[in-house]
């Protein structure tokens, strides 16, 4: 099952980071951009935390983010899309599954929209191109 969470707030924070370049970015500053409590930052942080980012947190001074995880996080896919369609009608992510493909045809056979993508970090049954094995 694909996961949930508020992205466009996880992406805001994440484009925080970058824009601090390394430094500290106050929790004020992340709330002013969430447009959201302070408390709702901090459950975004720990959403990330949970995501494996490592994020630093100094009294009276902020977050800062340390190292991001190596994997096909939705938001971060998402951050990182400059399309017209592919993306645009949501991200579905996987931990594991049998085929990206097989999934993408029947959320297409149910009316999933445009520009849907399916993405995992692992596939059981992937193949490529004339059901050629794909590893």
Known sequence: MPRKHDTEKLRKILDCFDAAGGKCVSGEKISEALKCSRANVWKCISELRAEGYEIDAVTNSGYTLR??????????VARGLNTERIGKGGIRYYETIGSTNDVA???????????????????????????????
Do not use: H, M
């Open 105 to 135: 045809y029947r959320l297409a056979e149910n009316g999933a929209p445009e520009g849907t993508l399916v993405i995992a970090e692992k596939q059981t049954a992937g193949r490529g191109r004339f059901d050629r094995e794909w590893v």
């Open 67 to 76: 190292s991001a995880p190596d994997k096909l996080l939705p938001f971060e």
